[in-house]
């Protein structure tokens, strides 16, 4: 490991010139930004040799990172309620779904994706697992799999909104988790395509309900979340902080208005 820059965990966490540009998020409560030139995974459909991977653009995105997970549950739960007030939600749910091209969805069906999403909001909020703490999230699976995650630090100090993989990994899935890769997660301010997918994208043959609750929670401040794998075979670039807005600046990364309003609302 590296003398000047010293992470707790892994093969891609002992990255020296990562932990350098990671190492000042420790004592940040605020979060910050954080902009990447990344190739995302993507997703690989078919089977032998016709396997084909879709999705895998090469962006350069702006994220504010290390903020708590558990204020953006709060605040989706209120809009999802303020929402649903006005009356429509299911038949403007509906609506959505098939003008999308799916199967129309039951009433039935979106009234239960409604209570699952509301379900999901009140399990982070009243949960005391520290999985849900200012400065952490979840991830798929963390009740199973909690043990394979593990908080990155630089020189002692705990990393806001990241987590490193220290778990067994899956040789024969290359979509499965790379032990020692870290990953940073946070309210996506915007995002710019240098590189379409080779492939396209993958158009998900998707029940009219799952549809459904994809929709829902993109009408949600949750909706902004993302999460992004650092590895050292995707990622391009990475600046933080004081750096980051000048790089979205020359990129030209286009801003979501509705993301810098529940960024103002998740800052204190």
Same mark, same amino acid.
């Given at each position: 490991?590296?003398?000047?820059? +010293?992470?707790?965990?892994?093969?891609? /966490?002992?990255?020296?010139?990562?932990?350098?540009?990671?190492?000042?998020?420790?004592?940040?409560?605020?979060?910050?930004? !954080?902009?990447?030139?990344?190739?995302?995974? $993507?997703?690989?459909?078919?089977?032998?040799?016709?396997?084909?991977? &879709?999705?895998?653009?090469?962006?350069?995105?702006?994220?504010? %990172?290390?903020?708590?997970?558990?204020?953006? !549950?709060?605040?989706?739960?209120?809009?999802?309620?303020?929402?649903?007030?006005? $009356?429509?939600?299911?038949? +403007?749910?509906?609506?959505? *779904?098939?003008?999308?091209? &799916?199967?129309?969805? +039951?009433?039935?069906?979106?009234?239960?994706?409604?209570?699952?999403?509301?379900?999901?909001?009140?399990?982070?909020?009243? /949960?005391?697992?520290?999985?849900?703490?200012?400065?952490?999230?979840?991830?798929?699976?963390?009740?199973?799999?909690?043990?394979?995650?593990?908080? %990155?630090? *630089?020189?002692?100090?705990?990393?806001?909104?990241?987590?490193?993989?220290?778990?067994?990994?899956? !040789?024969?899935?290359?979509?499965?988790?790379?032990?020692?890769?870290? &990953?940073?997660?946070?309210?996506?301010?915007?995002?710019?395509?240098?590189?379409?997918?080779?492939?396209?994208?993958?158009?998900?043959?998707?029940?009219?309900?799952? *549809?459904?609750?994809?929709?829902?929670?993109?009408?949600?401040?949750?909706?902004?979340?993302?999460? &992004?794998?650092?590895?050292?075979?995707?990622?391009?670039?990475?600046?933080?902080?004081?750096?980051?807005?000048?790089?979205?600046?020359?990129?030209?990364?286009?801003?979501?208005?509705? /993301?810098?309003?529940?960024?103002?609302?998740?800052?204190?």
């Amino acid at each position: 490991m590296s003398t000047n820059s +010293t992470m707790v965990t892994g093969s891609n /966490a002992t990255d020296t010139k990562l932990a350098s540009a990671l190492e000042g998020l420790g004592g940040d409560e605020k979060g910050t930004l !954080a902009f990447l030139t990344i190739q995302k995974k $993507g997703v690989i459909r078919g089977v032998g040799d016709n396997k084909v991977i &879709y999705d895998n653009d090469v962006v350069q995105t702006l994220l504010w %990172m290390g903020h708590s997970y558990r204020s953006l !549950a709060i605040i989706s739960y209120k809009k999802l309620h303020q929402i649903w007030s006005k $009356g429509n939600l299911t038949a +403007t749910l509906i609506e959505a *779904v098939t003008k999308k091209g &799916y199967a129309e969805p +039951t009433i039935q069906e979106v009234s239960e994706v409604i209570q699952e999403v509301e379900d999901g909001f009140l399990k982070v909020m009243n /949960a005391t697992e520290s999985v849900f703490e200012d400065g952490d999230s979840p991830f798929e699976g963390d009740e199973a799999t909690l043990h394979h995650w593990e908080p %990155m630090k *630089v020189n002692g100090v705990p990393v806001r909104g990241t987590k490193v993989y220290v778990g067994p990994g899956d !040789a024969t899935n290359p979509r499965a988790p790379v032990p020692g890769t870290i &990953y940073i997660d946070g309210v996506k301010l915007g995002e710019k395509v240098l590189q379409p997918a080779t492939n396209g994208h993958w158009k998900a043959n998707k029940k009219p309900k799952t *549809v459904a609750k994809d929709i829902l929670r993109s009408w949600l401040p949750i909706g902004l979340y993302s999460r &992004y794998a650092l590895d050292r075979e995707r990622l391009i670039e990475i600046k933080i902080g004081a750096e980051a807005s000048p790089a979205a600046k020359d990129a030209q990364i286009p801003i979501d208005p509705e /993301a810098l309003r529940q960024l103002f609302k998740l800052v204190p």
